[in-house]
């Protein structure tokens, strides 16, 4: 299957640096405040600790936002000399290795069956499954998350994954916006609001598509096509 070569227009670019500046400039703002009143004070001031921790947060939530573009970045420049044939039930098992602190954290439950193997990038991939549950397991309802993965036969050489969770949902209005660098839902701020973006990004480089059904209350379900591997 040919893979579509991706464009991005000047004003999306442009939007999208902007809230990259944004997003940056808040906690680079809190550490310059704070360690230039460190540097004004002859003696260490009775709330030291509380502005180092104001450093320190500022710092994290910097590096979580590099992180998050670098990932984009990556994302953005898969090519086919990187896809092999691969399981996709074996790149679920890795992500789900290194998201098993999180998910007995919260009480959760990932059920799925055997999975197809596609033609793809297998870093990218085993990223593209982590994205996902790690957002069902963050925007998660009162109820430990339930999450259920399954695999159907799309059109002639691709297959079509859905993972439904049993959260809180999302608004008809927001499905498509979620996909967006640097959004979140209604009153979620867990991270850099880079996960489904990465996510989309690297369904489209692998020439699929990604999309999201939902009601408010009724849970989400994302749904993804990837090429099959064909037998020879």
């Known amino acids: 299957m040919p893979v579509p070569k991706r464009t991005v227009a000047d004003p999306d670019l442009s939007d999208f640096l902007l809230r990259a500046c944004h997003d940056l400039r808040g906690p680079a703002r809190v550490i310059r405040t704070h360690a230039e009143l ?3 004070d002859p003696e260490p001031p009775a709330d030291f600790r509380e502005r180092l921790g104001f450093l320190v947060d500022g710092a994290r939530k910097i590096d979580r ?18 896809w092999r044939p691969i399981s ?10 290194r998201l098993r602190d999180d998910l007995q954290a919260g009480g959760g439950q990932v ?3 055997e999975l197809p193997r596609v033609s793809g990038d297998p870093d990218r991939l085993m990223e593209l499954w982590e994205h996902l549950l790690r957002n069902s397991i963050q925007h998660r309802g009162p109820a430990p998350p339930r999450i259920r993965i399954e695999a159907a036969r799309a059109e002639a050489g691709a297959w079509t994954f859905a993972v439904r969770d049993n959260g809180p949902g999302v608004e008809a209005a927001d499905l498509d916006r979620i996909f967006r ?21 690297i369904v489209e480089r692998h020439g699929g598509t990604i999309w999201a059904e939902s009601a408010a209350g009724a849970g989400a379900a994302f749904f993804f096509t990837l090429p099959a591997v064909e037998p020879s």
């Not at 996709?88 to 290795?97: F, H, P, V």
Request: glycine share 12%; with cysteine.
């Open 38 to 40: 460190f540097l004004r």
């Open 65 to 82: 936002l590099i992180d998050a573009l670098a990932g984009y970045s990556l994302a953005l420049r898969i090519e086919p000399s990187s």
């Open 88 to 97: 996709m039930s074996t790149l679920l098992r890795s992500a789900l290795a």
């Open 111 to 113: 059920i799925n069956g």
């Open 181 to 201: 660098p640097f959004e979140h839902g209604p009153g979620q701020r867990t991270g850099p609001g880079m996960g489904l973006a990465i996510c989309r990004a």
